[in-house]
């Protein structure tokens, strides 16, 4: 177990100049040594979400990228639309570290009983400036992995995992009776498929493609609908008429699919209330947008009555929500079902500097359902 | 005091018929007789709300009405567009009753000692049917006015009234500190000044004319935004900043209107954050839509991070939520200042055949600020 710890180690970080462009490039920064109630982790595993690409990119235009430097070292440099500019005044002339999650072997700790007990262990953790090769975190934020989970096997084990709970979470609080989900073909769609399927949740799927309503099907989806089919708001308003699923969880955003949604709710609602209401069905309609795949704006046709909200979904704001004892038990099922419920599965897995080559940028930032990076640091 | 009631009186009823047409009426109907728990109004002044449109022209192309028949009994016909016929089929040939609020006397009443008190009294009440020469009610549904006050005073004591002071109730239960509201230079939007200079809550108006930024200031008003400035966004974000205002009440719905509102409270809360988050402040802002003067989509850009909500607003499940003595408490209020806080202006009051004159419609159908219709149902 005893390894060697270099004083210095590789991490990637973003910047933002005052001229609009986004820098990304990597850095050799001093590893830290670990506070009392703190470890070091020798990250393995990092995957490439697209929440991390907010931070990687900010508001540049993914389709202007372009990569200098050396294979080793390369810097991969963005431009940023002129009037997105004043929304990032405040990241000017500051370096961020970039990844939200990841998964190593804690190699050092501080004085504490509770970070020492950690100390060879396999843990996951979504601490932030996870692309890093070592990365000093709170012991207490460590989520230990069971023996025989590899760090690549755990490297996913907030972002997804606890999104996908958080939403049947949400809908239990909230007091809907079933769930419709966007993008559902994604790792992430394909947990909640699981999720709902051992927990007996009434869920609609949402896809864009013939072979993902199959492959969601293969994994015991019931309803699985097809945006991209000539019936489709037919196929959704039946779907959610069965269910009666009211929460609509979008990973898109722009564009007209919260507002189909909210239609075809209403639709489903009305089939079932007696009589006319002038201001729409007496059922209360909510969508949470929790991702930007389509950074156009969304429209909203507001075909549904008064009883409607949209609004943004953010995982940390919902785990303080529901409590720390909640989000412990969440983290325990994660770590549990890593290898079933939570399972992800990658494209490819690259180093940091392979991670800011050209080729990679170009297939990572399309975002396309089923192409997910895997960064091992030590590559 | 003895009135003679006669059997059939006047009542304004709208039909949407299956080709989407809707038709609007007058129809002789029998004059009610009140339950034991009733009363009988004779209705002596109704306002035409925004919101009773929505009943009475569905969703037709208002540009598209035609009147024939006399001048007494006139019939407006407007067509509905092909694709929103499917969202009113559960309204095709039951002809509806329009009017959502009105005052009068009570002329009649059952046998309960409730109903039976309020026999000669003004009264205002929200029952619907209201463009009726006779309304029969519950009597605990009606709201007693003061010795002195009018019918005509008090014709609009729910719809505009308890909107202003719900939005207010609204802000304190969601913790806001405090609110926006567009179109501020309505009945309803000087009702909201008046009510925030009393009660000390910091308000930002949003109107579109010069002349609207010195009405509003003339009443009380702190921070009048005119939309139609070219440093609109900066005169809005300032007023957020100082305010602190984070919930917004928007009349118009269409457009961008509700999206700048969010993107200008982000701004605000931006400036007194520190450094810099990814996924924007940690401040949640949320705008309410509780009307639909611009009937196009609403369109979102979302920058303004995640925490954000936008919904519809209706007064009936405001008003069951808050549960009866609450709202009980915010009628009197009205009754106690309807001559002063909560007193309407009218620019016409006009019979019920008049009120279907094709020179009426153009104007009551307009929604123009400043542009509002009484009905006298005996005139």
Known sequence: ???????????????????????????????????????????EATPINPSDLGLMFGPADRNSVSVSGSPERPVATARIPEEMIPGVAARVDQPLPAGNEGAGVVVKAGSNDEARALVGKTVAVAGGAMYSQYRAVKARDCLVLHEGT?????????V?????LG??????????????????????????VKICRDDGIPLVNIVRRQSHVELLKDIGATHVCNSTDDDFTDQLT??????????????IGGGKTASQILTCMERAASRKAE???????????????????????????????????????????FLQKIGR??????????????????????????????????????????QATGEKYLIDPHK
């Open 275 to 317: 009589g006319f209401s002038r201001y729409g069905s007496d059922v209360y309609k909510h969508v949470c947008i929790y991702g930007g795949l389509d950074r156009s704006p969304t429209i909203l046709t507001r075909n549904y009555g008064m009883l409607w909200g949209l609004g943004g979904w953010l995982l940390t704001p």
């Open 167 to 192: 939403m049947v979470e949400t809908m239990k609080m909230e007091n809907h009776a079933g769930l419709v989900h966007t993008a559902a073909a994604s790792n992430l769609g394909q947990m909640l």
């Open 1 to 43: 177990m005893a390894q060697e710890i270099p004083e210095k180690a590789l991490q990637m970080q973003s910047l933002i100049r005052k001229d609009g462009t986004v820098e990304l490039s990597l850095v050799e920064v001093p590893v830290p040594a670990p506070a009392d109630d703190e470890v070091l982790i020798r990250v």
């Open 238 to 251: 039946g779907a959610l008429a069965e269910t009666g699923a009211t929460l609509g969880f979008d990973a």
């Open 160 to 164: 997804n995992p606890l999104t996908a």
């Open 150 to 158: 590899t760090p690549a096997e755990g490297a996913s084990c907030f």
């Open 325 to 366: 004892d909640k989000a412990e038990q969440l983290r325990r099922r994660v770590a549990d079902e890593i290898k079933t419920t939570f399972a992800s599965s990658y494209t490819r897995e690259v180093s940091l500097p392979e991670a800011l080559h050209s080729d990679s940028i170009a297939v990572y930032a399309r």
